[in-house]
């Protein structure tokens, strides 16, 4: 039996690109151009994770890294979808746990992200990987959606308020 197989977006891939560039516009009710990929891919190559079937690009998740308020390191997941035809087999699951181990290790102080509220499967997945909803955003969708706001806490630093944390300049980005 052929295995799904995990990898980084091939740097000048055009084919990997537009084949996960059509899953995320065909799954995800926000639309986003081409200046949005070139954002994410150009500056977190390492973050832009997809899985592979038989050479054809079934599931991709992409994410960053900034400082938070200057205080700490905050991962962000931008972009996640899977297939309709590969879903429950937890390649999304996979994607996930490859992106917090790199986003641990660039030194990550929490990692967060917005997902629909009536986006249950998605829901579960994060919230079973010990993600708190952190916020409820109102209408924060073009389709007018309110978002949740998942925050998985990595150290310490996240727990705390961001105006008792003192400045640092050696945050990972
Ligand atoms: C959300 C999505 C990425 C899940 O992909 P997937 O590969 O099917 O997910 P997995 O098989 O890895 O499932 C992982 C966990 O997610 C949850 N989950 C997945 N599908 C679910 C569903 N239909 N209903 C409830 N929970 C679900 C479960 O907790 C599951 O864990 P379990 O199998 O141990 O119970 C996929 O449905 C998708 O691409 N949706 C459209 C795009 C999207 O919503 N992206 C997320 C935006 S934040």
Not at 67 to 84: C, E, F, N, Q, T
Not at 90 to 119: F, H, Q
Not at 149 to 173: C, E, F, G, N, W
Request: charged share 25%.
């Amino acid at each position: 039996m052929t295995e799904v197989t995990y990898h980084t977006l091939e740097a000048g891939n055009d084919e990997e690109l537009h084949a996960l560039k059509t899953m995320i516009s065909d799954d995800l009710s926000e639309p986003y151009s081409i200046y949005v990929y070139h954002f994410f891919l150009s500056q977190w190559p390492e973050l832009c994770n997809i899985a592979k079937l038989n050479g054809e690009t079934i599931g991709v998740i992409i994410c960053k890294i900034e400082p938070h308020r200057d205080v700490r390191s905050r991962g962000y997941i931008g972009m996640l979808a899977v297939k309709k035809e590969h879903r429950g087999h937890g390649i999304a699951k996979k994607l996930v746990r490859i992106s917090i181990e790199k986003m641990i290790k660039a030194g990550c102080d929490e990692i967060m992200l917005e997902t629909e509220v009536v986006n249950k499967p998605a829901i579960a997945l994060y919230e079973h990987m010990g993600f708190i909803r952190s916020k409820r955003l109102y209408r924060y969708y073009l389709n007018q959606h309110d978002a949740f706001r998942l925050i998985l806490p990595i150290t310490s630093k996240s727990t705390v308020r961001s105006v008792y944390l003192q400045h640092s300049d050696q945050l990972a980005t």
